[in-house]
């Protein structure tokens, strides 16, 4: 089955792959929020028995790249961002002085939408075939562009992935949780859903909540918007990056336009007048889906992050009619105690080189899943 490569994100990507795939190989989507991947990106297209579907994709060569994205530092460098198990994290710096630096390992390329997903996109859903012609044409683009490995970032297990990847010589390694709240008919049904322990922990969430005088409402953008750009810069430096308000005004601006504020739902949350708190959502069919969020972290905002992405958003989403608010991934354990399902997402990767090889086997050998680490 012939598969074109194609430069860039390719305009014809939308006509191609159709709209009915999930949110993050949507055209409102990718066009939004592309500057997450990587510099040098790739369109992989493919037809199948009358179906068609594609990935997207990105070379990874600066070995200082994020490590959301970078093989290297996701796998051996102390992370930032990611909340690895201690006894994981701390086997990290034996095996770094037994395998190649960071900058052996790059260049690499790595498939995966904006928005920490990989999957093979197809209006309707992709077939076993088509998700296999892709993978193979990945895995033979990277060789004979002397890629140091291939990988599939952020794959959930309960799609046809895995099996087909697994056919092809790729391991997988650990990685997080993906989190989806299915939504009933009311926010009692919510309530009724949960553990006993669960609903405790959201009546003892709202006491505290009330007891600060914190109030949570939908906003426009454009009464928060200076405050939305404080607490995006906020996060961004909290987890070690520089902030850059400028950039952090063009990512918000462009995900407005292309999805329009019909198709977003903003919810702030406020002490003594001031945000602080924020939660983004986008809507896409019958999903929420949580974009952007951010909350400044004192004693006083401890349970405020439940209030903006849980206790305010459902009655709303409920109300609008949607079946499933997508939490994304990382801080599983909190979303978990509070009604949502878990679904594990792995890296698969396949290294094209005996030393990366050797490199990736060794540090994959301390990997474990990383721990739902917002407390509550």
Same mark, same amino acid.
């Given at each position: 089955?012939?598969?074109?490569?194609?430069?860039?994100?390719?305009?014809?990507?939308?006509?191609?792959?159709?709209?009915?795939? =999930? +949110?993050?190989?949507?055209?409102?989507?990718?066009?939004?929020?592309?500057?997450?991947?990587?510099?040098? $990106?790739?369109?992989?297209?493919?037809?199948?028995?009358?179906? $068609?579907?594609?990935?997207?994709?990105?070379?990874?060569?600066?070995?200082?790249?994020?490590?959301?994205?970078?093989?290297?530092? &996701? #796998?051996?460098?102390? !992370?930032?961002?990611?909340?690895?198990?201690?006894?994981?994290?701390?086997?990290?710096? @034996?095996?770094?002085?037994?395998?190649?630096?960071?900058?052996?390992?790059? =260049?690499?390329?790595?498939?995966?939408? !904006?928005?920490?997903?990989?999957?093979?996109?197809?209006? @309707?859903? !992709?077939?076993?075939? #088509?998700?296999?012609? *892709?993978?193979?044409?990945?895995?033979?683009?990277?060789?004979?562009?002397? &890629?140091?490995?291939?990988?599939?970032?952020?794959?959930?297990?309960?799609?046809?992935?895995?099996?087909?990847?697994?056919?092809? @010589?790729? $391991?997988?390694?650990?990685?997080?949780?993906?989190?989806?709240?299915?939504?009933?008919?009311?926010?009692?049904?919510?309530?009724?859903?949960?553990?006993?322990?669960?609903?405790?922990?959201?009546?003892?969430?709202?006491?505290?909540?009330?007891?600060?005088? +914190?109030?949570?409402?939908?906003?426009?953008?454009?009464?928060?918007? =200076?405050?939305?750009?404080? *607490?995006?810069?906020?996060?961004?430096?909290?987890?070690?990056?520089?902030?850059?308000?400028?950039?952090?005004?063009?990512?918000?601006?462009?995900?407005?336009?292309?999805?329009?504020?019909?198709?977003?739902?903003?919810?702030?949350? /406020?002490?003594?007048?001031?945000?602080?708190?924020?939660?983004?959502?986008?809507?896409?069919?019958?999903?929420?889906?949580?974009? /952007?969020?951010?909350? /400044?972290?004192?004693?006083?905002?401890?349970?405020?992050?439940?209030?903006?992405?849980?206790?305010?958003? +459902?009655?709303?989403? +409920?109300?609008?009619?949607?079946?499933?608010?997508?939490?994304?991934?990382?801080?599983?354990?909190?979303?978990?105690?509070? @009604?949502?399902?878990?679904?594990?997402?792995?890296?698969?990767? $396949?290294?094209?080189? !005996?030393?990366?090889?050797?490199?990736?086997?060794?540090?994959?050998?301390?990997?474990?899943?990383?721990?739902?680490?917002?407390?509550?």
């Amino acid at each position: 089955m012939p598969v074109q490569v194609l430069n860039g994100v390719a305009p014809q990507w939308p006509d191609h792959v159709g709209d009915d795939v =999930p +949110i993050h190989a949507g055209a409102p989507w990718v066009n939004a929020s592309s500057h997450r991947l990587p510099r040098t $990106r790739l369109t992989f297209l493919a037809t199948e028995a009358g179906r $068609r579907g594609g990935l997207l994709a990105g070379v990874v060569d600066d070995p200082a790249a994020s490590e959301m994205i970078n093989l290297y530092r &996701m #796998l051996l460098a102390e !992370p930032v961002v990611w909340k690895f198990p201690q006894d994981s994290v701390a086997a990290r710096d @034996g095996l770094r002085g037994q395998v190649a630096p960071a900058e052996a390992w790059v =260049p690499h390329l790595v498939v995966l939408y !904006p928005g920490f997903d990989s999957f093979v996109a197809a209006s @309707g859903g !992709p077939t076993p075939a #088509l998700s296999g012609a *892709l993978a193979d044409a990945v895995v033979a683009w990277a060789a004979e562009h002397e &890629m140091k490995a291939a990988a599939f970032l952020y794959v959930r297990d309960d799609t046809e992935l895995p099996q087909v990847l697994a056919e092809r @010589g790729f $391991r997988s390694v650990p990685l997080t949780f993906r989190s989806r709240l299915t939504l009933g008919g009311s926010f009692d049904d919510y309530l009724a859903s949960l553990s006993r322990n669960g609903r405790y922990q959201v009546a003892r969430d709202r006491r505290q909540l009330a007891a600060e005088g +914190i109030r949570t409402s939908r906003c426009s953008f454009e009464d928060v918007w =200076p405050d939305l750009l404080k *607490l995006r810069c906020y996060l961004v430096e909290r987890y070690g990056q520089k902030a850059d308000r400028e950039l952090e005004t063009t990512n918000l601006r462009q995900l407005l336009t292309c999805f329009g504020e019909d198709r977003m739902r903003l919810y702030c949350s /406020y002490l003594d007048g001031e945000v602080v708190g924020f939660t983004l959502f986008v809507l896409w069919r019958d999903s929420w889906y949580l974009a /952007y969020t951010g909350t /400044y972290v004192t004693p006083q905002t401890r349970s405020v992050y439940f209030d903006h992405v849980f206790y305010t958003p +459902i009655p709303d989403a +409920i109300a609008e009619g949607a079946a499933v608010v997508d939490m994304g991934i990382g801080a599983w354990e909190a979303k978990r105690r509070r @009604g949502c399902t878990l679904t594990p997402v792995d890296l698969w990767v $396949r290294a094209l080189d !005996p030393v990366t090889g050797t490199a990736i086997d060794t540090a994959a050998s301390a990997m474990r899943r990383e721990v739902g680490w917002v407390a509550g």
